[in-house]
């Protein structure tokens, strides 16, 4: 079945330091990819998508590109800031097994970032 | 826009008693909505799609007669954990996925999440 792999948290950062959370999947067929982030105490918010190999998401900083060749979507920011402080979930939908309706979810990296 | 509501943020209740969780879409309308349960720094795990109108599609190991699932509107998606247990406790979050999500969209808008404790 399809399945979503992020590597392990949690990922500790200074202040204005790079990020990269590397996300890949094993899929059939042509998935859409997403990043979640989820605040302490929160629900999920979509922090950017990608529909087709190639496509960058992008939002609040945030980047991922959809590479087909490697079956990755790593998310990057050039300069992290407290605020960014969270969990991220990557996630698919849209493949042939999953289809059209459900999210596979990796297992979520949190991100602490210090002052 | 697109914002989901759940409605309590928190319960506590006793052993025994039936908890329901409200997830509303407030500004879209949703066919389909989705619950998860989320444990302390693990990923979300699907329980159940709901449609609305028609009964709730569960996922493989999701007791349908405990977790008690009503779709009843385009905004409105209802879960009901009867007889509640300590091992119910848990954070369950709702999404929803609104009608006219295209091909590309396919993305779910989430709910901040219901924390229940059952003691």
């Known amino acids: 079945g399809d399945s979503v792999t992020q590597m392990e948290g949690p990922v500790t950062l200074s202040e204005e330091a790079f990020l990269t959370i590397n996300c890949t999947y094993t899929a059939t067929g042509y998935p859409s990819l997403f990043w979640y982030v989820q605040y302490p105490g929160e629900g999920l918010q979509l922090l950017l998508k990608a529909t087709k190999a190639d496509d960058k998401g992008s939002n609040k900083g945030f980047e991922a590109t959809y590479r087909k060749e490697t079956t990755s979507f790593h998310l990057e920011k050039g300069s992290v800031q407290v605020s960014d402080s969270a969990v991220y979930f990557c996630?698919?939908?849209?493949?042939?097994?999953?289809?059209?309706?459900?999210?596979?979810f990796g297992t979520g990296t949190r991100l602490l970032v210090s002052p | 826009g697109a914002v989901v509501s759940q409605h309590p943020s928190r319960v506590i209740c006793k052993s025994g008693t039936s908890v329901k969780i409200e997830c509303r879409s407030l500004?879209?309308?949703?066919?389909?909505m989705f619950w998860y349960r989320q444990f302390p720094k693990q990923s979300l795990m699907l329980m159940a799609t709901s449609n609305e109108g028609s009964k709730a599609t569960y996922e493989q190991g999701v007791e349908k007669d405990k977790f008690l699932i009503n779709h009843a509107s385009l905004t409105l998606s209802t879960l009901t954990v009867t007889s509640a247990h300590p091992e119910d406790s848990s954070f369950y979050i709702c999404s929803a996925r609104p009608v006219m999500a295209d091909r590309g969209g396919l993305e779910q808008y989430f709910g901040p999440g219901t924390r229940l404790t059952v003691t």
């Open positions: 996630a698919l939908s849209g493949s042939l097994n999953t289809g059209f309706q459900k999210l596979v």
């Open positions: 500004d879209f309308q949703a066919t389909t």
